[in-house]
């Protein structure tokens, strides 16, 4: 197997590695500290990667290889979206396309209390935040943010819940906003929610809205910043004619 090697990250981001191919070679870079995420291991000076997918880039120095697949891992701190699949006196059953089923207390809610735990129905799509995850041990959920606040956590109610693979969720959930939902938020009026598990939401006051915007979202996942805008384009002509 053919071997990639780079002195400078730079010329790989956003290409396709495998594993063991070379990405970084430390020996050559001075007073730089870098931060490496998933898919990435560390040789004394030589990174290299652990799975196949693309190499990502955040500022200031942070990499990662993304892999766009729809098995979901959870991890702490993620945002995901969750369908109830049982309830107890204690806690909620919650869906989140894990290897196990997530565990959500009735308590996990900003001022949750015995007094007003929330009644919700098999089915009810919810907006989450990973707490924590053990080895051997079910995942565990709340509907608050780390200070106890609701903030965006919570039920989705209407709109239209559809699958992604992972990476095409981290990419709707990237800063600055991705250029499909850029180019949509300047014409349309709408919310959405995405989760890193591979699932999005969308809401508006049209039925149409909806599905543009969901076309336009599952349309995008093997586009270029350019293509996608071109694409939203095209989308929004055809329906003003």
Known sequence: MGTKVSSSPISLIDQTVVPGDVVLDLSNLTNQTIKLGSGL???????????AGKLKYSKPNKYWVESSHKRYVPRPEDHVLG???????????????GPQLAL?????????TRRNIPKFEVGTLLYLRVVKTNAGMNPELSCTDASG???????????????????LSRMLLSSPTC????????KLS??????????AWVNAAAPRTVIIVAN????????SGTQQRIMVEKLLEKISD
């Open 179 to 186: 250029p499909v939902l850029e180019a949509l938020g300047k």
């Open 104 to 112: 959500l207390p009735v308590l996990a809610f900003e001022g949750g």
């Open 41 to 51: 291991r560390q040789d004394n000076d030589v990174i290299s990667s652990m799975r």
């Open 190 to 199: 709408y919310e959405t929610a995405f989760g890193l598990n591979g699932r």
């Open 216 to 223: 336009a979202i599952m349309n995008s996942v093997t586009l």
């Open 83 to 97: 369908i109830v699949v049982d309830s107890k006196a204690d806690n909620f059953w919650v869906d989140i396309k």
């Open 149 to 167: 606040k609701a903030a965006q956590f919570g039920p989705l109610r209407d709109g239209f819940m559809f699958e992604t693979s992972t990476g």
